[in-house]
């Protein structure tokens, strides 16, 4: 495997911290919690959309682009990243929003992410749930181009095997951080969605024949929908790195049990866990993805999934401008009479 081969723009300030989680863990009463902090990548507060949109704003500068077309939900961190990477590499941007929550809080149709994409000189536009984002994309950038332009779209999550090349990257990151700090990894566990994360980095760390196992936790569909999801990115991905047939289906495993009532919709599991990390470590989660996969890592802590002598590696894929569509959702206290 040769990733410098793909063209790549640097937009995120990597290696990204690999860390104990103390306090976590011995509030948990083990296994031993690291966390890789994806969620510090930097560009416009981090998140994971960041590694992508390195090897995805080069194909698109290879392509003479002058305008990134792309979709999310209302609070999508894609989004944001995407508009930031736009304005740092002196590009137009025009990102379609999707209204997959039906919250109509100020806070969370205009704050938060929303606020960013702006600041960073986007135009946004809104869909309605259930919208074929794909196709709503493609019709707007028909017409661009019927006027001149270049737009080039990136698809939700920027999870194509492009965009995935950004987690394998961080595989091969990983690994060689490992091995400096002389730490054995035996599970990696992470919120999956667009599935281009888990995607990248089981095609990297079955490249790299790590036998370190990837455990999906996943934000909106069902199980069998979002491992085959998983599974076809993640072999498309191989093949874009020369590796036809690398991927078996025993690689790619999910666990869809921590949605709730569906994508961007608060669990009371999400809630105790963005406290408990704030709270333990200092380290801020998102209501949408990492608050509901680190609530799925600490479920099945409690029920012994894990041995206690297990190195288990949590990947913050950020999404903390998120919290600020969500203000009602942690239930906090007010003031005190200091
Ligand atoms: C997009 C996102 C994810 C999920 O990554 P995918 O590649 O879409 O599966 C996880 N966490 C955060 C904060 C995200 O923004």
Redesign the pocket.
């Known amino acids: 495997m040769n990733l410098a081969r793909f063209p790549r723009i640097r937009l995120g300030h990597l290696p990204t911290p690999l860390e104990p989680m103390e306090q976590l863990s011995r509030h948990l009463g083990g296994p031993r919690l690291w966390i890789k902090r994806d969620d510090c990548t930097g560009l416009s507060t981090g998140?994971?959309?960041t590694r992508k949109l390195e090897y995805l704003c080069a194909d698109a500068q290879a392509q003479g682009a002058d305008i990134l077309i792309t979709q999310g939900a209302t609070q999508s961190?894609?989004a944001r990243q995407t508009a930031a990477a736009a304005a740092k590499l002196g590009l137009d941007c025009l990102i379609l929003l999707e209204d997959r929550t039906g919250s109509t809080d100020p806070a969370y149709t205009q704050s938060g992410n929303v606020l960013m994409d702006r600041l960073h000189g986007a135009q946004v536009a809104r869909r309605p749930g259930g919208a074929d984002m794909q196709a709503e994309m493609e019709a707007v950038a028909a017409d661009l181009r019927a006027k001149g332009r270049k737009p080039y779209v990136i698809p939700g999550?920027g999870?194509n095997p492009v965009g995935a090349l950004g987690y394998v990257n961080a595989a091969l990151e990983l690994v060689a951080q490992a091995a400096e700090m002389g730490l054995r990894i035996d599970h990696l566990v992470?919120?999956?969605?667009?599935?281009?994360?888990?995607a990248g980095l089981v095609a990297g760390l079955v490249a790299l024949n790590s036998g370190i196992p990837v455990l999906g936790i996943g934000?909106r569909a069902p199980k069998p929908k979002q491992e085959a999801n998983v599974l076809a990115l993640a072999e498309r991905t191989a093949a874009h790195l020369g590796l036809p047939g690398l991927i078996k289906a025993e690689h790619v495993v999910a666990n869809c049990d921590y949605v709730g009532q569906g994508y961007g919709i608060p669990t009371e599991g999400m809630v105790e866990a963005v406290k408990l990390v704030a709270q333990k470590e200092g380290i801020l989660l998102?209501p949408?993805?990492?608050g509901k996969?680190m609530a799925g890592l600490i479920d099945l802590i409690q029920r012994g999934h894990f041995a206690k002598d297990q190195n288990i590696v949590f990947l913050h894929?950020?999404?903390q401008a998120g919290l600020f569509g969500y203000p009602e959702a942690f239930g906090l206290p007010g003031d005190v009479a200091a």
């Open positions: 998140g994971n959309k961190n894609h999550g999870s992470h919120a999956t969605g667009s599935a281009g994360t888990q934000v998102d949408v993805y990492s996969g894929t950020g999404g």
